[in-house]
């Protein structure tokens, strides 16, 4: 080769090598930026705008911590925001409020109201949809109440207690209750079977459900008297909710007739004896009607004075035996063997309802609270108050006194 021709063969390779470090600079230039583009290609969406920021997560409670004299029939409720909650745990000098959270896990919901003068911690774990773990303490404090603010609930019949099919369901108040409404839309009465039924106030103080006509035979029966917290009116609210189950035994049901001086004993729909007895003598008539077994007890004594009968018609028996009880103002079912020579043929009692020794102690034995005993054949008519009168009104009138009516 000659001299010439090995000079252009040097330009040549020299200008080679000078091309492809070119090449591969650039190159490195591309996938350093990672973002520019080819010449003449068309923008992607990766190239032309910039990622969409994570929205930060949320927690939210429905009381604001530090807050004092929270109302004590608050719910307290968690929510949150571009989150899913992980726990919710409350405490307080009262014990762990218990809560549920939501399936989808974007809020949490106590499952009970508030307590008085009670302070509270609130911790709750949340995952934030930006992965990050979101952690919150709250605290707060309820409002204090005075006994004079409270009132106390006490439910008949009592819990796991075999009652007649007459009985009704008795809720009682120390402290009276004006917002009745209120109240009566947190108690609740279920059986099985399912019997319709309504509530009775008789007074600001006291409550009474009955189902439309006597409970079943074996029915079990569920009260629910959730009214904690509940605003009862004038400053007052409703403290220490009630729950109870009880059952229904036989269905025993007696029927009195004063004309003919003769009750007829039921039990399921048969008859099982007829007494002879003796009800209230002129001045003193029994009331007929439907009256329901209060109280029994085996012997009593029976003071005419705590009655109000007084001077020649008085008396004052130490040992009456079997005696049951039908109204708070004096009648009852007893053993009377000093007048079983009128019983099947006169009256001649205060108004109680007197039989043998012997056929007491039977019907004392069947007998429950809440049996029924169904008087005819007298003009004094049996009253709703006076005792479990609940049974002498219609359904449709007893309804009425509902405060959801």
Same mark, same amino acid.
């Given at each position: ?171 009682? $108040? ?8 209120? $109240? ?147 009648? $009852? ?61 219609? $359904? ?10």
């Amino acid at each position: 080769m000659s001299e010439s021709r090995q000079r252009r063969h040097g330009r040549r390779a020299i200008a080679g090598a000078a091309a492809l470090v070119a090449i591969a600079a650039l190159g490195l230039t591309a996938c350093d930026t990672n973002d520019a583009p080819l010449v003449g290609s068309e923008p992607t969406d990766a190239t032309s705008s910039s990622a969409a920021p994570v929205a930060k997560p949320k927690v939210s409670l429905n009381v604001e911590s530090g807050t004092a004299d929270v109302s004590v029939d608050t719910t307290l409720a968690v929510t949150v925001a571009n989150a899913e909650l992980e726990s919710v745990d409350v405490t307080s000098t009262e014990g762990a409020l218990a809560g549920t959270m939501a399936g989808n896990g974007l809020s949490w919901k106590a499952d009970s109201r508030l307590e008085p003068g009670t302070s509270y911690v609130v911790k709750t774990v949340a995952q934030g949809t930006n992965g990050k773990q979101v952690r919150r303490t709250s605290k707060f404090t309820t409002q204090d109440l005075t006994l004079d603010e409270q009132t106390y609930p006490s439910v008949a019949p009592l819990a796991g207690e075999t009652v007649g099919v007459g009985m009704p369901v008795i809720v009682t $108040f120390d402290l009276p209750v004006t917002e009745r409404a209120s $109240f009566e839309k947190h108690m609740s009465v279920t059986s099985t079977p399912r019997q319709p039924g309504a509530w009775h106030w008789l007074s600001d103080t006291e409550a009474h459900w009955r189902p439309k006509t006597y409970w079943k035979a074996g029915t079990d029966v569920h009260v629910d008297v959730d009214v904690n917290s509940i605003p009862a009116g004038h400053g007052i609210y409703g403290q220490e909710s009630r729950q109870l189950d009880f059952e229904v035994g036989d269905a025993h049901i007696y029927k009195v007739d004063a004309q003919t001086h003769q009750m007829k004993v039921f039990s399921n729909g048969s008859l099982l004896r007829t007494i002879p007895i003796t009800t209230g003598k002129a001045g003193f008539t029994t009331r007929s009607g439907t009256k329901v077994i209060i109280e029994k007890f085996d012997s009593k004594r029976m003071n005419s004075e705590t009655v109000g009968i007084t001077g020649a018609e008085a008396y004052d028996l130490d040992n009456v035996q079997w005696a049951m009880r039908l109204t708070y103002s004096g009648e $009852f079912i007893h053993a009377a063997p000093w007048s079983v020579g009128s019983q099947g043929y006169a009256n001649v009692s205060h108004g109680c309802t007197g039989m043998s020794t012997d056929n007491a102690a039977w019907l004392y034995a069947m007998s429950r609270r809440g049996d029924v005993v169904e008087y005819t054949g007298t003009d004094r008519p049996m009253t709703l108050d006076n005792g479990y009168g609940d049974w002498n009104e219609s $359904f449709a009138q007893y309804a009425q006194a509902s405060a959801l009516s």
